[in-house]
């Protein structure tokens, strides 16, 4: 059950609001578990039962860390062996399939038997559930939070099934004050519902929308230059507006429930460089890597290569960190790194800074080439399309793309480009049309009309998982 789907909008999620409404206020943050335990459960129940371990465990943890002596040398044990046992079993159910096809393709190299060996599946949302737990583990350790003694107000923070499946990263700081008590009103969830809509548009009139175009596009054998740069392209408006558009629904399904939840993009795609772009890219990923890796290595405070160091590593794991099943993530996390080195190396030798529509021009280039690399099935995948965006192998549209290619997957393409500027020109736009009975009805209503093509357009094809789903 995904949120874009049909059970989720017309059984989970009304019946789950009514429940919701209906319960007394202190009662709301068991009815919020439950919920988020079944929405769980739906997905997979022997998953289930991995994330209530893991959620005693992190609580009871919690507990123990802060019942410890301060500064001593058990506290501190204690602390990494938690993060040991949490790490260890997200590495097991992500990597393990991939160390176990690298190691077969090894031995049967030199003529050895393949080792026989069962996939694990990965359980969705496991990624974001240890992230949130390392985290409150390390701020109850360094006072950052008081530390959770009511087991149902930790659980539903760790489960709510808003944000557990594909993030944003919720720290639990962020929500501590609004578990104990919340505004459950008729404001947020207006708005809350408001944004809810305009995620789902994000996701199915212009991330489904181009799907099919992607798929296409990266399972081509010698791509053209214009083949090439379709699926890229493509491909980046497809990761934004359905990573983005979960985001929102996220965002808009908290507000709707009285919590707040912080941005998780900021128009990343008006970048001038890497580090701007990391700054509006998946804001809770990037902020969490910065104050539990990057501070925790030393940041940039005991000189500039080990800076460099630093960059390189937590870009390379946030890479790592995106998938298992590749070890493109891996290279596409270290090209990340070795841009942001070479971005700070260029500032830090004072040679002159290029002019800032050369600086937009370059990082959404590399951004876009470092995306090849991301969606690329393998290694080789990559390298074909990169042969074809270099024009390597001719520059005409395939047939294969010719025939997929059709007028709504230009129009998706044109919305998500309008959608990204169109922030540009809103202040121009409201100072022009502020008096406008026609202007201000349609940015009231546009949201509507939109969720409602959306759900046809749900109600008439199979559901497509959101993209992070897998991460």
Known sequence: MVFASLEFLTLFLPLFLLVYALAPEGQRNVVLLLGSWL???????LFLFLHMALTVLAWVGGLLVDRAREGGLARVRLLAGLIVVNTVVLCWYKYANI?????????THYGYLPMEWQKVALPAGLSFIVLQAISYLVDVHRHV???ERSFVNYATYISMFGHSIAGPIIRYDWVRRELEKRYFNRENFALGARRFMIGMCMKVLVADTLSPLVDVAFHLDN??????????????????????GYSAMAIGLGLMLGFHFPENFNRPYLAYSVQDFWRRWHLSLSSWLRDYLYISLGGNRKGPWKTYR??????AIGG????GDSWNYLLWGSAHGIALGVERAWTRSRLP?????????????????AWTLFRSPDFATALDMYAGQFGLHGFALGDALAVTLRPVHLLAAALGLACIVAPLLQGRVEDRFADNPLVLVTAALWPVLGFMLSFSLIASREAVPFLYFQF
């Open 310 to 315: 630093n960059l390189f590593l937590i870009m």
């Open 353 to 369: 800074s290029p002019p800032l529509w050369l600086c937009h021009v370059l990082t959404l280039l590399f951004v876009c080439l």
């Open 320 to 323: 790592l960190w995106h998938g």
């Open 99 to 107: 160390l176990a096809a690298t190691y077969n393709q090894l031995i």
């Open 223 to 244: 791509p053209s230059f214009v083949d090439a740069w379709i699926g890229c392209l493509a491909y980046s408006l497809q990761l934004f507006f359905d990573f983005a």
């Open 145 to 147: 939070v008081p530390v």
């Open 39 to 45: 929405f769980y459960g739906w997905l997979s129940p």
